[in-house]
Nanobody, 123 residues
Framework: VQVVESGGGLVPSGGSLRLSCATS????????MGWFRQAPGKEREFVAA????????YYADSMKGRFTISRDNAKNMVYLQMNSLKPEDTAVYYC?????????????????WGQGTQVTVSS
């Protein structure tokens, strides 16, 4: 199983980034997918999640209206478009896959994780 995030980087406040998550080794379409993030000294927190077919989407309140999660089941990819970035969005962003997906906002429910990609937003 591989889950590989990419697209992180340094961006000024107000800028945008698009994170990508490439997966392999499992039946991607059978898994709900999520993005989480972890800032230094803080716990990992939920960002967004998308159901197997993409019809159900959840966002953390602070990301609503700024972030958009999407997936391409033909390519085994999931994406996170991040707009209007703020310095407090600085964190390592992780992509994760969850087979049951009955508690989509809970990191402990997820089965597979990537190594993360660093997002740094300068003020």
């Amino acid at each position: 199983v591989q889950v590989v995030e990419s697209g992180g980087g340094l961006v000024p406040s107000g800028g945008s980034l698009r994170l990508s998550c490439a997966t392999s080794g499992f039946t991607f379409g059978a898994y709900g997918m999520g993005w989480f993030r972890q800032a230094p000294g803080k716990e990992r927190e939920f960002v967004a999640a998308i159901s197997r077919g993409g019809a159900i989407i959840y966002y953390a309140d602070s990301m609503k209206g700024r972030f958009t999660i999407s997936r391409d089941n033909a390519k085994n990819m999931v994406y996170l478009q991040m707009n209007s970035l703020k310095p407090e969005d600085t964190a390592v962003y992780y992509c994760a896959a969850d087979y049951r997906w009955d508690q989509a906002t809970m990191a402990r429910e997820y089965d597979y994780w990537g190594q993360g990609t660093q997002v740094t937003v300068s003020s």
